[in-house]
């Protein structure tokens, strides 16, 4: 499948127009080596077009999970495709579809996506998207998502993207350190919140930076604004995720089988968002976008090896 290549001396990127715009891969040059800082995707999945592989993709025009496929919004009901095997709507309507090349060069890319265009897209909002991907340093990646309403209502949208990063990077990683601003947590005993965020418990507070579990999580939480640090101590590298402000929540996800890689994930909403603001639930991070009006946010992902 064709692939978009972004290179420096230190970061590798490839982008995959054809699924999303989902990223393949981003290998960091660590003292002359080139190493898997995302979670490297498998040749099957390429193949396949299987997005949920991939080492990143984009969430669009919501984040994580809509309950039971069913949009309650300004007093209608709206019907969505199920498209995951817990019975939601999740990740969005982008992930899985082909996007256009609108701009490329040796140091970005820009890809669209006008809903319009597929029949098979359930989200009842005509919508236009852009993610555009830029080496705006030789150690940092700019991923920005912007997402317009081109359709003649208010309609409720929020942006994301969901990056595996690995567990080991080198021989001499052993753990992984996570600092994240964070507010509350959600509760509920699954992936779909009960009420307003909640204070975290101590041990799922990274707001200090700790050590982040091998145990399952499939967390979400309200964030501050401020940087996203995951680190490697064994080897030095760290990653350090500066969003922009938009992004009010965070899933944190660890496999219950997989503990080679985990996902930090910087979004603007929180699960089943929209339908909690429908019910008066305040702060859920839904955004309502007017006719003709756009929502834009950008992660610079910075990789650096200097103990960060």
């Not at 995707?41 to 077009?49: D, G, K, L, M, N």
């Not at 859920?284 to 834009?296: D, K, L, M």
Request: charged share 25%; with cysteine; aromatic share 10%.
């Amino acid at each position: 499948m064709d692939m978009i290549a972004l290179e420096s001396n230190k970061l590798r990127v490839l982008i995959s127009p054809k699924v999303g715009g989902s990223i393949s891969s981003m290998k960091y040059n660590y003292r002359g080596e080139w190493v898997d800082v995302m979670r490297p995707t498998p040749s099957t999945a390429i193949e396949r077009r299987e997005a949920g592989a991939f080492a990143s993709f984009n969430l669009i025009p919501f984040s994580n999970r809509i309950e039971n496929g069913i949009l309650q919004y300004r007093g209608k009901e709206y019907i969505l495709e199920i498209n995951n095997p817990d019975g939601h709507t999740i990740h969005g309507e982008v992930w899985q579809r082909p996007l256009k090349v609108i701009h490329r060069d040796s140091t970005k890319v820009v890809l669209s996506f006008e809903s319009e265009e597929f029949a098979d897209v359930s989200w009842p909002f005509p919508f236009y998207s852009e993610i555009t991907y830029e080496l705006v340093e030789e150690n940092c990646l700019a991923i920005t998502i912007l997402l317009r309403n081109v359709g003649n209502s208010t309609m409720p949208g929020g942006i994301g993207m969901h990056p595996y990063f690995m567990r080991r990077l080198t021989e001499a990683d052993n753990r992984v350190d996570l600092r994240m601003p964070i507010k509350g947590i959600y509760p509920g005993d699954t992936t779909i919140p009960t009420g307003h965020y909640i204070e975290v418990e101590d041990k799922l507070n990274f707001t200090q930076g700790r050590e982040l579990t091998d145990d399952f999580l499939d967390n979400c939480f309200a964030i501050d604004n401020g940087d996203i640090v995951i680190s490697w101590p064994g080897s030095g590298i760290c990653v350090i995720m500066e969003k922009d402000d938009i992004f009010s929540h965070g899933i944190i996800y660890c496999p219950k089988d997989e503990k080679d890689f985990f996902a930090i994930e910087p979004v603007t909403n929180c699960n089943n968002a929209f339908n909690m603001a429908e019910q008066g639930i305040d702060e859920t991070g839904t955004i309502y976008i007017e006719p003709g009006a756009s929502i834009e946010g950008t992660v610079k992902v910075k990789i650096e090896d200097t103990d960060c």
